[in-house]
């Protein structure tokens, strides 16, 4: 099995990005968040560890790239926290740079300021989720993450040295995250120059994570899921007519704060102000 793959090779109507490739360095993350999608396809998810025969693999497959544009990682964070000390993802990332990839990171983790001089010398771009500013929140959608206030302390740091930055307001979740203006406003203040967000989509594992870590919420949430919500893609949405008001007012707060914005999977493209994924920040790209 390769390890650089198309992204989304489904196809899915939902998904708005440009053609790239993915790689995960890692299979499973240790930052545990409870409303994490991939624990539902990727067996032992929480249990993190490199990919086998990683950086071979890489380096064969490496060979046959024409400047791509690749993202890191879209199902396991490259960071986790045993990157700190293991450095595989640093060392893909100096494979890939020398074949002179546009490379996408995705990640909720400080450590990739560790990567920020390879990430100069290349095309790239990083995209920080930090779906609450507040920190008790971000403790119990997502224990074993950076606080939110060193996931803004990171994106700082990155865009004064030049690497563009996109944070992703990723799930939003009513009653919990849903009016986050200081986020906004903190993200436009430093420097970032897009906004992506996204709703919290049901899986039966990643409910049950919730419903455990905030059962008040889960119970106001069931209704909106279980009675009121569409199946889209496997997965449990919220009623059309709420998604659009959640993300029209994320819209409209990104507009306010002269930022760019897009959706994440939810058919609501007309939203969209730049291409989705943010991956129009990086130099060359349109």
């Known amino acids: 099995m390769s390890l650089l793959v198309r992204f989304d090779p489904w196809h899915s109507s939902l998904c708005t990005c440009p053609p790239k490739l993915t790689f995960n360095p890692y299979t499973g993350c240790d930052?545990?968040?409870?409303?994490?999608?991939?624990?539902?396809?990727?067996?032992?998810?929480?249990?993190?560890?490199?990919?086998?025969?990683?950086?071979?693999?890489?380096?064969?497959?490496?060979?046959?790239?024409?400047?791509?544009?690749?993202?890191?990682?879209?199902?396991?964070?490259?960071?986790?926290?045993?990157?700190?000390?293991?450095?595989?993802?640093?060392?893909?990332?100096?494979?890939?740079?020398?074949?002179?990839?546009?490379?996408?990171?995705?990640?909720?983790?400080?450590?990739?300021?560790?990567?920020?001089?390879?990430?100069?010398?290349?095309?790239?771009m990083?995209?920080?989720t930090i779906t609450t500013d507040d920190a008790e929140t971000a403790k119990a959608l997502e224990p074993y993450a950076p606080p939110p206030e060193e996931r803004l302390k990171t994106a700082e740091r990155l865009a004064a040295e030049g690497i563009p930055v996109v944070i992703r307001i990723d799930p939003i979740i009513p009653y919990v995250n849903e009016n986050p203006e200081f986020l906004v406003r903190a993200a436009a203040e430093i420097g970032v120059r897009h906004i992506t967000a996204s709703t919290y989509k049901v899986k039966m594992d990643n409910w049950q994570r919730l419903s455990l870590a905030m059962p008040k919420i889960a119970e106001k949430l069931k209704p909106l899921y279980f009675e009121k919500g569409?199946?889209?893609?496997?997965?449990?949405?919220?009623?059309?007519?709420?998604?659009?008001?959640?993300?029209?007012?994320?819209?409209?707060?990104?507009?306010?704060?002269?930022?760019?914005?897009?959706?994440?999977?939810?058919?609501?493209?007309?939203?969209?102000?730049?291409?989705?994924?943010?991956?129009?920040?990086?130099?060359?790209?349109?």
């Open 31 to 124: 930052h545990r968040c409870v409303y994490c999608y991939a624990s539902s396809y990727v067996p032992r998810f929480f249990e993190c560890r490199p990919k086998k025969d990683l950086l071979l693999r890489l380096r064969r497959e490496a060979i046959k790239l024409k400047g791509e544009l690749i993202s890191i990682s879209n199902s396991s964070d490259p960071y986790p926290t045993v990157e700190a000390e293991a450095g595989l993802t640093r060392r893909c990332l100096q494979i890939l740079a020398e074949c002179n990839c546009q490379i996408q990171i995705i990640t909720k983790s400080n450590i990739v300021l560790r990567d920020m001089d390879l990430l100069k010398r290349a095309s790239s």
């Open 126 to 128: 990083v995209a920080l």
């Open 230 to 286: 569409e199946k889209m893609a496997r997965y449990l949405y919220l009623p059309k007519g709420l998604r659009i008001r959640l993300l029209e007012n994320l819209a409209k707060l990104a507009k306010k704060y002269g930022l760019k914005f897009a959706t994440c999977r939810e058919g609501l493209k007309g939203l969209n102000t730049a291409t989705c994924d943010g991956s129009w920040l990086i130099k060359g790209r349109s």
